[in-house]
């Protein structure tokens, strides 16, 4: 993974910072919400899936939609999207969530752009 190989450094959480993080989940998810010009109201804070492995991700991605996340922020260069598709789908097939209550937002490259445009 290119973000792993680039900034090793990241990943290094003491376990302080691990438990500090953890205890603001609760805290986090019940956050404010920004109404989109459809009128929808979509989380303001979400699960950001950088610097996670597909291995990682997948159960952080399960972790996070059950304790309240809606909100899963994704993008093609963290070569981890397939693994966030199939926790969600799993949850889904589960009918622990509905896809209509979730929020999926990416990043796309120029060049990701250029080949959709092009298909």
């Known amino acids: 993974m290119l973000a792993r ?4 450094n990241l990943l290094k959480l003491s376990k302080f910072t691990q438990k500090l993080m953890y205890s603001q ?4 998810v019940g956050g404010p919400l920004i109404t989109l010009s459809n009128g929808t109201k979509m989380p303001q804070v979400g699960l950001g899936t950088w610097l996670s492995s597909p291995e990682e991700v997948k159960g952080a991605v399960k972790y996070a939609i059950n304790t309240g996340y809606r909100l899963i922020d994704t993008a093609a260069i963290y070569e981890n999207e397939d693994a966030i598709g199939e926790a ?3 949850l889904i097939k589960e009918k622990k969530i509905k896809r209509e209550d979730l929020f ?4 796309a490259s120029k060049t990701i752009q250029i080949e959709h445009l092009n298909c």
């Open 88 to 90: 969600i789908q799993e």
């Open 104 to 107: 999926i937002t990416t990043k």
């Open 25 to 28: 989940v609760k805290v986090t």
């Open 5 to 8: 190989k680039l900034f090793p």
